[in-house]
Nanobody, 125 residues
Framework: QEQLVESGGRLVQAGDSLRLSCVAS????????MGWFRQAPGKEREFVAA???????VYADGMRDRFTASRDAVKNALYLQMDSLKPEDTAVYYC???????????????????WGQGTQVTVSS
């Protein structure tokens, strides 16, 4: 059974850093992209970052300067390093396993077939 499990979310203060992890089991994503999305209360789920199987990264506008996405093919894992966190970064962060490496598609939820349960990140001011 395919499963994505996120970890690393917690309460932090503005300006702090966090590293989220996502480990996939039951399925590898060696030939497709993996991504991070987030959803704040009352808002739609939004794209954060994605990494293709070849290691190329893509970020949502305005996130490249503070967020760094990476993946480890051996561990079948995806990571998101978040620096200089702001209160507006507060959200549930979701890991997703894709079916494509097409960058434009990976920017949308349509590019993914598998989703984790999410990990809560709360940034206090």
């Amino acid at each position: 059974q395919e499963q994505l499990v996120e970890s690393g979310g917690r309460l932090v203060q503005a300006g702090d850093s966090l590293r989220l992890s996502c480990v996939a089991s039951g399925r590898t994503f060696r030939s497709s992209g993996m991504g991070w999305f987030r959803q704040a209360p009352g808002k739609e789920r939004e794209f954060v970052a994605a990494v293709t199987s070849g290691g190329s990264t893509v970020y949502a506008d305005g996130m490249r300067d503070r967020f760094t996405a990476s993946r480890d093919a051996v561990k079948n894992a995806l990571y998101l390093q978040m620096d200089s966190l702001k209160p507006e970064d507060t959200a549930v962060y979701y890991c997703a396993g894709g079916w494509t490496n097409h960058i434009a598609t990976l920017r949308t939820t349509r590019g993914y077939s598998y989703w984790g349960q999410g990990t809560q990140v709360t940034v206090s001011s």
